[in-house]
């Protein structure tokens, strides 16, 4: 892995989304694809057995990956931006000159974000989580320059301690159920909004 690659890896692991965004922009063509494709490759080897893989395996994995987090960004790519279809905010990124970055180049940046969170949560969260919220989670976590995959992994690592503890575990899974709430009522605000745009 290049020295740039592994500084856009850092960056997005401390939640500096600008930082990365800044090392991206300063990159050629080639050295973006490079890092694209070592993006998946982690991802790959984080989602595989712990077995050692062949060539052909390796490849195939990476190649599941990226089809997962295609297929995500896909999809949340196919609802527009609108307070009705529950892509409410969008991310406007800026290159290092200063320009506004293109729907490309966001994408990619959104790409290596997915990548990171299959690398450190899973490809099965990534797979499973509804488009559109891992589309808006991504921009916000983003807009506020924190790391995306952390903040899950962090979720999951406070409520097991708290459900852990007899102190605690009526409290933890009281919030569960409350936060579990707030999911359906917005799921089912964005379905119907959804469901009357089309």
Do not use: C, W
Not at 4 to 24: K, P, R, W, Y
Not at 105 to 131: H, N, S, T
């Amino acid at each position: 892995m290049k020295h740039s690659e592994e500084a856009v890896f850092v960056a997005l692991t401390n939640g500096d989304h600008a930082q990365a965004q800044e090392i991206i922009n300063g990159m050629t063509e080639a050295d973006r694809l490079s890092l694209y494709s070592a993006a998946v490759d982690i991802a790959a080897m984080a989602a595989a057995p712990q077995s050692p893989l062949s060539p052909a395996q390796s490849e195939d994995a990476a190649n599941k990956v990226e089809a997962i987090v295609d297929k995500q960004l896909n999809a949340a790519a196919n609802v527009p931006y609108g307070r009705n279809t529950g892509r409410r905010f969008e991310v406007k990124l800026k290159s290092a000159a200063g320009s506004q970055l293109n729907a490309e180049e966001i994408r990619a940046q959104f790409k290596i974000v997915m990548l990171d969170i299959a690398r450190r949560v899973g490809v099965g969260f990534v797979d499973y989580i509804d488009p559109i919220s891992l589309d808006q989670f991504i921009t916000i976590s983003i807009i506020k320059n924190h790391d995306t995959a952390g903040l899950i992994r962090s979720l999951i690592r406070s409520f097991i301690a708290a459900y852990n503890d007899p102190q605690t575990n009526a409290a933890a899974y009281g919030t569960l159920e409350d936060l579990e709430e707030v999911q359906r009522t917005l799921l089912s605000k964005y379905a119907l909004l959804r469901a009357n745009i089309h």
